[in-house]
T-cell receptor, first 113, second 116 residues
Framework: AQSVTQPDIHITVSEGASLELRCNYSYGATPYLFWYVQSPGQGLQLLLKYFSGDTLVQGFKGFEAEFKRSQSSFNLRKPSVHWSDAAEYFCAVGEGGSYIPTFGRGTSLIVHP | EAQVTQNPRYLITVTGKKLTVTCSQNMNHEYMSWYRQDPGLGLRQIYYSMNVEVTDKGDVPEGYKVSRKEKRNFPLILESPSPNQTSLYFC???????????????FGPGTRLTVL
């Protein structure tokens, strides 16, 4: 069964600094990978996804993620963080033939002015 | 506007009193699901539905029931709630992929349930 690890529970960055949120998955074939963002008091919203093709995918709000098969990773990056990016970020993986997607435990992003 | 709605948004109840949380989507998605979110545990799927009258267990189905009589609605039923079901619940819907899994999920705003 697939699993997702987000090793960082909290990350604190200064506004304007770069950001990388880590995500590692455990799955044999090519997974379907997602990053979702949850703002306080709201549901999750898709940031970006990877199914196949170009391993560097772009999302909204200037986020991008790179699929690295050799490292089983799908890390989320942003070159310059804005205060409005403070939120909870979830990595998720889907497996062909399974309709039970697996979510990581989330990383809480704190942005200092 | 494409959306998933849930009601109620907040609910405080007592042990054993049956309750239903409603979920509706207007995107004609065939797939719908329920999750619970608990601190430090991320999201765990309770039940999902591939289409009308087709439902299946997720990772944590014990103590919950669902039904899918119409494509747009997917209510979550707690027949006899217990305090360990105190949680934040999300409904979600999506299309499915040709590879046999879920595509982008659209989440409702959440229902915060407290069982005393």
């Amino acid at each position: 069964a697939q699993s997702v690890t987000q090793p960082d529970i909290h990350i604190t960055v200064s506004e304007g600094a770069s950001l990388e949120l880590r995500c590692n998955y455990s799955y044999g074939a090519t997974p379907y990978l997602f990053w979702y963002v949850q703002s306080p008091g709201q549901g999750l919203q898709l940031l970006l996804k990877y199914f196949s093709g170009d391993t560097l995918v772009q999302g909204f709000k200037g986020f991008e993620a790179e699929f690295k098969r050799s490292q089983s990773s799908f890390n989320l990056r942003k070159p310059s963080v804005h205060w409005s990016d403070a939120a909870e970020y979830f990595c998720a993986v889907g497996e062909g033939g399974s309709y039970i997607p697996t979510f990581g435990r989330g990383t809480s992003l704190i942005v200092h002015p | 506007e494409a959306q998933v709605t849930q009601n109620p948004r907040y609910l405080i109840t007592v042990t054993g009193k049956k309750l239903t949380v409603t979920c509706s989507q207007n995107m004609n998605h065939e797939y719908m699901s329920w999750y619970r979110q608990d601190p430090g545990l991320g999201l765990r799927q309770i039940y999902y539905s591939m289409n009308v009258e087709v439902t299946d267990k997720g990772d944590v189905p014990e103590g919950y029931k669902v039904s899918r009589k119409e494509k747009r609605n997917f209510p979550l039923i707690l027949e006899s709630p217990s305090p360990n079901q105190t949680s934040l619940y999300f409904c979600a819907s999506s299309f499915t992929t040709s590879g046999g899994t879920t595509d982008t999920q659209y989440f409702g705003p959440g229902t915060r349930l407290t069982v005393l």
